[in-house]
């Protein structure tokens, strides 16, 4: 069959226990059709566990506002989040900004997903994993992210922020 694509006007806030179960990453997408960010997860309930597999979140854009910026064009993760066989690409965060396609303030296990052609305009094209943070990636593919600053996959914060790479290609 063919793809389909929800096509997001504001981002989605996942705020509770949650499983999203998509038919395939190369089956259904949720797009922020490059206006707005795609999921914030766990902003006011950081205790929520949520699981997505089998999507692609794409197209999600920031613009970020000096002097702080933003963060998250994909995804924003406050929460316990598990992304499984998924794709994270295509988001970007334009002048200011971590996390283009996922910034991760929370606990994140990215398992058999590929993280591609993300943007962040600071640091962390690909993946932003912030101090206090831990991030586990298995069996994932990282290609074509990139930054304007450090970390085009990958950006861990130089403070107690914790990644852990498995069998993975960057």
Same mark, same amino acid.
């Given at each position: 069959?063919?793809? =389909?694509?929800?096509?997001?006007?504001?981002?989605?806030?996942? =705020?509770?226990?949650?499983?999203?179960?998509?038919?395939?990453?190369?089956?259904?997408?949720? +797009?922020? %059709?490059?206006?707005?960010? @795609?999921?914030?997860?766990?902003?006011? @309930?950081?205790?929520?566990?949520?699981?997505?597999? $089998?999507?692609?979140?794409? =197209?999600?854009?920031?613009? $970020?506002?000096?002097?702080?910026? =933003?963060? $998250?064009?994909?995804?924003? *993760?406050?929460?316990?989040?598990?992304?499984? %066989? #998924?794709?994270? #690409?295509? *988001?970007?965060?334009?002048?200011?900004?971590?996390?283009?396609?996922?910034? %991760?303030?929370?606990?994140?296990?990215?398992?058999?997903?590929?993280? #591609?052609?993300?943007?962040?305009?600071?640091?962390?094209?690909?993946? +932003?994993?912030? +101090? $206090?943070?831990?991030?586990?990636?298995?069996?994932?593919?990282? +290609?074509?992210?990139?930054?304007?600053?450090?970390?085009?996959?990958?950006? %861990?914060?130089?403070?107690?922020?914790? @990644?852990?790479?498995?069998?993975?290609?960057?």
């Amino acid at each position: 069959g063919t793809a =389909d694509t929800i096509t997001l006007a504001s981002q989605i806030t996942i =705020d509770k226990n949650l499983t999203i179960e998509g038919t395939g990453a190369d089956m259904i997408a949720i +797009s922020g %059709n490059n206006l707005t960010g @795609v999921l914030s997860i766990g902003a006011s @309930v950081p205790a929520s566990i949520v699981t997505i597999s $089998g999507l692609t979140v794409r =197209d999600g854009r920031r613009i $970020g506002v000096l002097p702080s910026g =933003d963060f $998250g064009a994909g995804i924003r *993760n406050y929460a316990n989040l598990t992304i499984l %066989n #998924s794709a994270i #690409s295509n *988001n970007s965060i334009i002048t200011a900004g971590l996390g283009g396609g996922i910034a %991760n303030i929370g606990n994140l296990t990215l398992t058999n997903s590929t993280i #591609s052609g993300n943007f962040s305009q600071t640091e962390g094209g690909g993946l +932003s994993n912030s +101090s $206090g943070a831990s991030a586990t990636i298995t069996n994932c593919t990282f +290609s074509g992210n990139s930054t304007g600053g450090g970390g085009g996959a990958i950006f %861990n914060n130089t403070g107690a922020g914790a @990644v852990t790479i498995r069998n993975s290609t960057i």
